[in-house]
């Protein structure tokens, strides 16, 4: 870790070790590059727009009208339940997150391959079809408990999968090293493993932060009001009125929060390695008699992420035979869910590209601010993107309202952050000095690019689209406003048939997500399980 | 890796060209041989989709149908203002007709139509057509509640004796247009308090057939519905009303008010002929019946016949109010005030 230090002291905007580049390479780099820069200031605004929204409308409400809005009880409950829900869950993921992805790829627990797909599988299930699977076996689930049991559920996938993926890549060798220097199994994993994994931990986080303060489905479900549920609430009674875009701006300042907190932490350390050297397997822990309870508390976990919800869905799928189940609007449903996320998949994972690229090979503050730019789409719910992009377009585009191509902006929006975090930490882990010999050797900067750094990107770039597919296959209330009069997707039905409470009729929708989530999730755990 | 890359690249576009596929065509206002097709602002249940479709087969005129929330969509067609998509807009209750009527955006209703509906269930300026109509009725729990103990007006639901024993569905357009018809008959200053005493009260459920299942599984005493979700599920299996009576206010109190579901035809309709048809259809002798057939509220049209099932429409005693007056930001204002909303 010596060498973490130093690289901190000497070189802390570039990092790289030994890799430390002359003083002219450097200023090379600092230059941004024109076109890059423009790009990725285009994809940073084009985030921002439904912030500039909310921040121009609360000014045109005037002071006094915020205040009263804002300065009452009601929102002071939603505040004290966001943020009790918010970080309970983000500690939680972390937690578990952490320690399963370390049982499985450090530990000599059997069956690790299985448990691998087991634990990822849960990203599969949206949020509120687990949440609908609980509710609809017993209704004590609702309220606080219930809500960050359910979320918990839900998101830990984003941080282990991240952090399982920063396991496999780091070098055993750095801990037999501090075995060697006389550190113990679990000094070793606190002193250096642990900071090896911050960057994945804490942007798993974060994700499960953002995550949650923009979730809506499961906790309306499960009736536990935050500060969206509110929103949706207000947008019920007047659209798009005062009162839910005030609660929108207090969002915007929690999510602001989160963003700051966790650029303080993460640190200014960067993790790329020279050299991809020859890791060995790394000798799995022995788990000696923890080894029993170690199993019983994975398959605990297994069984409330997994088998709870999806023994739910089943049920009522062979009791709702009652409710037909018609063919044609579920196949148009699902064909449309599968257009719908593939193309956000795909514009979202294009638009995070240049802005990854800025921020990992121009670190530096104009990187960090348009990087972090991208994230607020993803903190604030669907229908607060959802409402400024309508507003926007009846005034400016009318010919755009209520189009696809609107609709998958949105998408782009909202999910921008989960593509970035894939890309950002795929890019960092691509040592420059391989573009930097590639031109040296005479190959241009598009072929450098074609044919050196997107191979080694291409996970997580299909990681990062992924994750927007599976997104954009759940997303409700951003659908519901902006999709064009007559379309309806698999979440939207869904919705409508557990808004009146029919659990049979919602079933077939809610396990047509799961099954067309299932390539994606299969994409995110292949290369855990390709892996030696 | 390339290859894979290559087959990424394929499989986006082909969702891309589903994309189009599953959603293409629908910014067409006219087909082919001049037929239009309408679009349809629909905030009622899935009934209005037969009703559609019964529509079509008969004129050939197709319907799109947009489905949302009473004040939802209400907004939605406000901030559209001229530039709505919308033809027709078809509401649960009055309020959101109202506000769109406030900003003068619909059409007069053709006077043919008007014909078909008795006065009591049209707007005084006759900017849009009641075509069906619910009751307001408390849910309540017969072993926690005996028939002595039910209060007399809905108001007294904001006494301190029935606090945490009582439900109410805020956020919706139904219980807000109960509010409104509070906010008609006894002004502002009394639904004030009110509100203040139910948001002390009342346990908070997203919607009426979640009000009705906590009723049922004993979790509260009583709590305020709209009598077709009792009826509705009573028909289907019980399964969440089996444990719970309707109990129906009387002599014109706000707690008997009947909501008027209404339709109206946008002014920025291009298609305002096929628009007026599709409304008058709504208040047809056939529509009427799709109506009974498929939903337990209330047919209001002349000459429709009710479920017999239901309590007789002639039997209710909802006060007088203009469904025209029925004012919902105020009501969504009163309700932020009393910290339901």
């Given amino acids: 870790m010596t060498l973490g230090t130093a690289t901190r002291s000497t070189a802390p905007e570039r990092g790289g070790g030994a890799a430390a580049p002359s003083p002219a ?124 049991l359910i979320v918990t559920l839900s998101y830990y996938p984003l941080v282990y999968l991240p952090v399982a993926a920063a396991l496999r890549g780091l070098d055993p060798a750095l801990e037999e090293t501090a075995n060697a220097l006389g550190h113990g199994r679990w000094r070793t994993f606190v002193r250096v493993v642990l900071p090896q994994l911050r960057p994945a931990m804490l942007g798993g986080a974060l994700l499960v932060g953002l995550h949650l303060l923009a979730e809506f489905g499961a906790l309306q479900m499960l009736r536990f009001p935050t500060f969206t549920t509110a929103i949706y609430d207000q947008f019920e009674s007047s659209f798009n009125g005062p009162a839910a875009n005030m609660v929108a701006g207090v969002l915007v300042l929690c999510c602001l929060l989160l963003l700051l907190g966790e650029l303080r932490l993460r640190g200014r350390a960067r993790y790329a390695r020279l050299g991809a050297g020859s890791p060995r397997p790394a000798t799995p822990s022995r788990l000696g008699v923890l080894g029993a309870p170690v199993l019983l508390a994975m398959a605990a976990l297994v069984t409330l992420a997994l088998v709870v919800p999806l023994g739910a869905l089943g049920y009522w799928l062979v009791t709702g035979s009652s409710a037909s189940f018609p063919v044609a609007e579920l196949t148009s449903a699902t064909l449309t869910s599968l257009g719908l996320a593939g193309a956000a998949a795909l514009v979202t994972t294009v638009l995070a590209l240049p802005v990854a690229w800025l921020c990992v090979r121009h670190p530096g503050p104009v990187g960090t601010v348009v990087e972090r730019a991208t994230y607020f789409g993803n903190a604030l719910p669907g229908i607060v993107v959802a409402l400024a992009l309508v507003t926007i377009a009846i005034r400016y585009t009318p010919p755009l309202y209520q189009t696809v191509p609107l609709l998958v902006l949105a998408y782009a929006i909202l999910f921008l952050p989960r593509a970035m975090v894939s890309v950002r930490s795929a890019l960092a882990q691509v040592p420059p000095v391989l573009d930097d010999v590639a031109q040296a050797l005479g190959t241009g900067p598009a072929a450098t690019m074609w044919r050196v750094t997107l191979p080694l990107i291409a996970r997580g770039l299909g990681a990062g689209a992924a994750l927007v597919f599976l997104a954009g296959v759940t997303e409700l209330t951003a659908t519901l406003l902006l999709s064009p009069t007559g379309t309806h997707t698999l979440a939207t039905e869904f919705w409508a048939g557990t808004s009146s409470i029919s659990y049979a009729g919602a079933a077939p929708y809610a396990a047509l997500m799961v099954l067309i989530s299932a390539p994606a999730t299969y994409l995110l755990t292949r290369e855990a399980r390709t892996a030696p | 890796m390339r290859v894979r890359g290559r087959a990424m690249a394929v499989a986006a576009g082909l969702t891309v060209i589903l994309t189009a596929a599953a959603c293409g065509g629908s910014n067409g206002g006219t087909s082919a041989d001049g037929t239009p097709t309408l679009t349809l602002y629909n905030a009622q249940h899935d009934f209005v989709k037969d009703i559609a479709a019964a529509f079509t087969k008969k004129t050939g005129i197709g319907v799109r149908i947009r489905s949302g929330a009473d004040s939802e969509l209400a907004n939605q067609i406000v901030q559209e203002g001229k530039a709505s998509p919308a033809d027709v807009f078809v509401t649960e209750n009055s309020p959101a007709m109202t506000l769109v009527d406030g900003k003068n955006l619909f059409s007069k209703v053709a006077t043919g139509t008007l014909a078909n509906v008795p006065d009591a269930y049209e707007p005084s300026d006759a900017d849009w057509v009641g075509f069906a109509a619910r009751s307001t009725v408390l849910a309540y729990d017969p072993k926690a509640l005996k028939p ?183 009501v969504v204002d009163l309700m932020q005030r009393a910290g339901l909303l």
């Fill in chain 1, 25 to 148: 390479a450097r200023r090379v780099r600092r230059r941004y590059p024109p076109a890059l820069l423009g790009v990725s200031v285009g994809v940073a605004l084009l985030a921002l727009i439904p912030l500039f929204f909310v921040a121009a409308y609360t000014v045109s409400v005037g002071w006094d009208t915020v205040v009263a809005l804002l300065w009452r009880p009601r929102v002071g409950e939603l505040l004290w339940n966001t943020t009790r829900l918010a970080l309970a869950c983000m500690v939680l993921s972390a937690v578990v997150g952490t320690a399963a992805a370390w049982l499985v790829e450090r530990s000599d627990l059997p069956g690790r391959r299985i448990w691998n797909v087991l634990l990822v599988v849960p990203l599969a299930i949206p949020a509120f079809v687990n949440s609908y699977g609980w509710v609809s076996i017993t209704p004590a689930v609702e309220g606080y408990g219930g809500a960050l």
């Fill in chain 2, 148 to 330: 002595g103990d039910l209060p007399a007006s809905i108001l007294d639901l904001a006494q301190p004796r029935w606090k945490g024993r009582i439900g109410i569905a805020p956020a919706g357009a139904d219980f807000q247009a109960i509010v409104s018809a509070v906010l008609a008959t006894r002004g502002e200053a009394a639904t004030a308090t009110w509100l203040a005493g139910l948001e002390a009260n009342a346990k908070k459920y997203p919607g009426n057939g979640a009000v009705m299942k906590a009723v049922n599984a004993g979790e509260i005493e009583a709590g305020v519905i709209y009598h077709y979700y009792w009826y509705s599920d009573r028909a289907e299996s019980g399964a969440n009303s089996r444990n719970t009576e309707l109990h129906y206010f009387s002599g014109g109190d706000p707690g008997a008010f009947l909501s008027i579901s209404g339709a109206g035809v946008l002014r920025s309709s291009r298609h305002q002929d096929a628009a007026q048809q599709l409304v008058a259809f709504l208040t047809s002798p056939e529509a009427q019946k799709i109506l009974a057939g498929a939903s337990k509220e209330y047919p209001i049209a002349n000459g429709a016949t009710q479920q017999p099932d239901l309590r007789p429409l002639s039997q209710l005693q909802p006060p007088k109010v203009d469904p025209a007056t029925l004012n919902g930001p105020k």
